[in-house]
């Protein structure tokens, strides 16, 4: 059977996350029944990122199967025209019939913007989180160190029963322009909330609440009451998967 | 008198512009009422720049006369609590009793933006113009050295009965990245809709309706009828002004 990859994006503000509720407005929710209406009911999409309520995506990938041979401009064209402002299609191709967006990414990358003037920027204020006050990013990038390579991260995790926690972060780092502070995130795989946990870790490091010297023990601790702050979840961005 | 200055910022979206209209919402509007409520009605504005409805704005200045001495800070934030999160306060200052946000300015910039992308992306769909196709950049940055200098813009403006539309441009320049155009304009001061009428012109340059190496022409035609297309106001930004 066909297998059809989606390049998509969207803005989470008005969403209840990704992952399809009964009841809810979701992006999978939304596109599964654009699909219903331009292709035929019953699609089964696969996803990279499952990301939560109010989270965005640049370079989310979706899959799934199909019995026809679809016209993939028409699709994409279809599906802006029912998705649009909201979500956007980049792109829709035929992939590898062994391809699945969940199982055959091997890392996905994130980006968490905040800044620290002393009101939110109009222009920016759904993407980027306002803290409204100078952090000490010397600091912050000492601790940035600690998360990188393979760890159990349960500190900075949701956890589901049963489920591993442990995880390899490839990149953490910090850019800082005029006041707006961009973290970038890029592991093989994340837990639930984990990089608005360690965003938040971060910024009370910045504001002087938590000692950044000793991030290692925080990870270490695997104990989620060890960190204090999850970061709001509309400075995230899901910026680029990789496969 | 004191005179006090605002820097402030806003998204232009839900707004009828800036300058204050009987029974709409407007910029002007907004930030007086908050400013009776405040420091006591009467308080009359000045502005740096009028913007148009839909028209953001990044770095606008304000300008009022006001008999007491006021606590900056404590009005900062009075205002950020009224206003936002659409209107930002960014500062509020003392400024010389000669001051005006209007009269004592030297320059305005702008910014347009707009990209190529199939579709709008999401996260920039309110403040970037999706022109879906791609642009001839080079045709386009030829185009803009015509405008450089002192020139009648009638060709660009929607004129007003006995003003004058004799305008100096310093800068019209293109900046380009990942499919995203950014187009920088900077003058003594800008006639009504001159930004969006440059932009509209060079967008018809870029999509090969107009011929960039007749600008000259279409400058000194003094025509408004010569000019085709007006780019959307969501794509423009008054970002700076100088004084």
Redesign the interface.
């Known amino acids: 059977m066909p297998v059809y990859r989606l390049d998509i ?3 989470g503000t008005d969403f209840r996350g990704y992952a399809r509720q009964e009841g809810l407005r979701t992006v999978q929710g939304e596109l599964e029944t654009a699909l219903g209406t331009l292709i035929g009911p019953g699609v089964e999409t696969s996803v990279a990122g499952r990301t939560d309520a109010g989270v ?1 995506a ?1 370079g989310q990938v979706v899959s799934f199967g199909h019995s026809d041979v679809l016209d993939l401009d028409r699709l ?1 064209r279809g599906l ?1 025209g029912i998705l ?7 792109s829709v191709g035929l992939a590898a019939e062994d391809f699945n967006a969940r199982f055959s990414a091997v890392w996905r990358r994130y980006l968490y913007r905040l800044d620290t ?7 920016t ?3 980027v989180w306002n803290v409204g006050r100078a952090l000490d990013l010397d600091a912050m990038s000492v601790a940035t160190s600690s998360f990188l390579g393979e760890h159990d991260f349960s500190s900075f995790c949701r956890s589901v029963e049963g489920r591993s926690n442990v995880r390899r972060l490839t990149e953490l780092s910090l850019r800082s322009e005029s006041g707006l502070v961009e973290v970038w995130a890029q592991a093989n795989a994340f837990c639930h909330q984990m990089v608005r946990s360690i965003v938040g870790y971060l910024y009370d490091v910045g504001r002087g609440f938590s000692d950044g010297t000793r991030t290692a023990e925080v990870i270490a601790a695997h104990d989620r009451g060890a960190v204090a702050t999850v970061a709001p979840p509309h400075g995230l ?1 899901l910026h680029e998967v990789g496969y």
Chains 1, 2 share one sequence.
Request: no cysteine.
């Open positions: 994006a969207y803005d965005h640049r994409r802006n649009g402002p909201e979500i956007a299609v980049w003037a002393p009101a939110a920027d109009p222009l204020r759904g993407f961005t």
